[in-house]
């Protein structure tokens, strides 16, 4: 019999940085909490608290499980019905359940006071942080409720779609007090191009309809119900399809494949077929994109936030592993170069932040400020490009940040960085955002009007931010061609982000002008001018 090897230790383990969660995401960010102050969403200030230590604990152990055991697909069951379940880890449902419980996709349409729209956002900022799978679905609830609030038929719809319940059961609607909502706008031959939908709508002698045809990417396919986009008889209508029929029947579709995809894995996305699926029109027949485009500025002020909280994820990862880690005989966010790239990710973290947040406002406040509706309409559109486009570089230089540790799933930052593209996606390509932010400036006679009164309202604070507005301008007179679309939504961008931060009066907000509109700034992070006192810059950023 062999006898056991000894034990022995083979070395101490030092110099690594202790573990990241156990913290309050809110407390920690300075930046959000004076845009929310700023931004008109101080009477949340406690629910944003309460959900910053949830979102820094509970939520950040839990996105790990979401994201180990991805969602599987179960056509058929044992005895051969199809059954079409997506069956998916525990920790998914528990997400879900706290998000939806504390407002995530409904505090917006509950609370009527002012600023809602702004706690909302932030509590979806907090949320994304810990787990960006289960903000899909969330995003999409949130945002569909401004679709079906139009209809008076689908009022049940809607406030149940606000309430603070998540009900995770394969039921009809009619036996649920919360639920929640997915999309199916793509099909393969059309991508954004949704007016060359091929899927039909038929109407029925009731008034409902059937759809027949294909969905490309069809997002959380569990949810209880669906908008979907068909052709009917007068054009591309919106409808409201039901996973569940009144009755307790399935409805008649079929998921086909989970995606395999880049990206969350905690979260399903999926192909399916419509075979005749019931559905109730939503809005005019002919009118789809009209019927849908409320919904459309709330899921891309929610890709802003996304990528937002995306950054502001990994710069506090980076932050806090370079501050407990040496290298080279001290701290390594003591070292020159190091620091010059924190600081640099710290900028441009709040900068896209506040610049979010100031987006949040506007949506807020659009339902009865026509000059705030007018600046939602672009600022989304540019804010979304912008943001998200930033998002995937950030993130990877604070995986360098990290080493090779950067690279291995228990520090989170390559989840971030799979998750990182997507906004740049879903709602409309970069392409398609910046042609939308030129079609506005040619074609809806406020657009430039509050563009230029929201830069025009910090001038004369800083040299170089009105030599930057004045060049723009020149930009705009000379009628950019749609191939400069990225050019002009671009500067709009930066100029927009510098005219937040000088409002604010943030102590980032020369860097950011300096770095970013002066030209004082490499193609790279971690090219800040001289004079920056890159230490404040990195103690506001994680105090």
């Known amino acids: 019999m062999m006898s056991a090897l000894p034990a022995f230790e083979t070395h101490e383990v030092t110099n690594q940085p202790p573990p990241f969660g156990g913290r309050n995401l809110w407390a920690d960010d300075v930046a959000l909490a004076d845009a929310v102050q700023r931004e008109g969403g101080a009477a949340f200030i406690g629910a944003l608290q309460a959900y910053g230590g949830i979102a820094g604990d509970t939520l950040y152990r839990l996105g790990f499980d979401a994201n180990r055991d991805r969602p599987r697909l179960r056509t058929h069951d044992a005895q051969g019905h199809r059954i079409d379940t997506v069956e998916f880890h525990p920790a998914y449902h528990q997400l879900m ?152 029947n399935r409805n008649a579709f079929r998921v086909m494949r989970l995606k395999d995809k880049l990206g969350d894995w905690s979260n399903a996305s999926s192909e399916v077929e419509l075979c005749g699926a019931w559905a109730r029109r939503v809005g005019e027949e002919g009118r789809g994109v009209a019927t849908i485009i409320g919904m459309v500025m709330m899921t891309r002020l929610d890709c802003m936030l996304g990528a937002a909280a995306e950054m502001r994820m990994a710069l506090a990862q980076a932050l806090h592993h370079t501050r407990h880690r040496s290298a080279f005989g001290r701290r390594l966010s003591e070292q020159p170069l190091m620091a010059n790239v924190l600081a640099d990710l710290a900028i441009e973290s709040e900068a896209a932040t506040a610049f979010a947040m100031r987006v949040a406002r506007a949506v807020d406040q659009a339902p009865h400020d026509a000059h705030e509706a007018a600046f939602a309409r672009i600022a989304t559109a540019v804010g979304k490009y912008w943001v998200c486009k930033r998002a995937a570089v950030f993130v990877n230089e604070a995986q360098e940040c990290l080493g090779g540790a950067g690279y291995v799933e228990e520090s989170m930052l390559p989840r971030l960085y799979r998750q990182a593209p997507l906004n740049s996606i879903w709602e409309g390509s970069g392409n398609i955002q910046c042609l939308d932010v030129l079609r506005a400036l040619a074609r809806e006679p406020q657009a430039l009007p509050v563009l230029e009164a929201e830069l025009d309202s910090v001038s004369g604070i800083d040299a170089n931010y009105d030599a930057a507005v004045q060049a723009l301008r020149a930009v705009l007179s000379a009628t950019p061609s749609e191939a400069q679309a990225r050019v002009v939504t671009e500067r709009l961008a930066l100029l927009l982000q510098a005219a937040v931060l000088l409002r604010a009066q943030s102590p980032v907000a020369e860097a950011f002008v300096r770095s970013r509109l002066a030209g004082e700034h490499g193609m790279a992070f971690g090219t800040l001018p001289e004079g920056i006192d890159l230490q404040a810059v990195m103690s506001r950023a994680l105090p």
């Open 97 to 248: 359940d706290l998000a939806k419980r504390h407002g995530v996709a409904g505090l917006s349409w509950q609370d009527g006071r002012s600023g809602a729209h702004v706690a909302r956002a932030a509590l979806s900022f907090l949320h994304h942080q810990a787990e960006a799978g289960t903000s899909c679905p969330l995003t999409m609830t949130h945002a569909a409720v401004a679709v079906l609030r139009q209809d008076p038929l689908l009022a049940d719809w809607a406030e149940k779609a606000a309430a603070p319940v998540y009900d995770p059961r394969d039921v009809p609607m009619a036996d649920k007090a919360g639920i929640t909502l997915g999309m199916g706008m793509t099909e393969k031959q059309g991508g954004s191009d949704v007016r060359s939908n091929t899927t039909r709508a038929e109407l029925r002698e009731d008034g409902s309809y059937a759809l027949v045809g294909h969905k490309w990417f069809f997002s959380a396919p569990m949810s209880d119900a669906f908008l979907v986009l068909a052709q009917a008889p007068a054009g591309l209508t919106c409808f409201l399809m039901p996973r569940r029929l009144a009755n307790g």
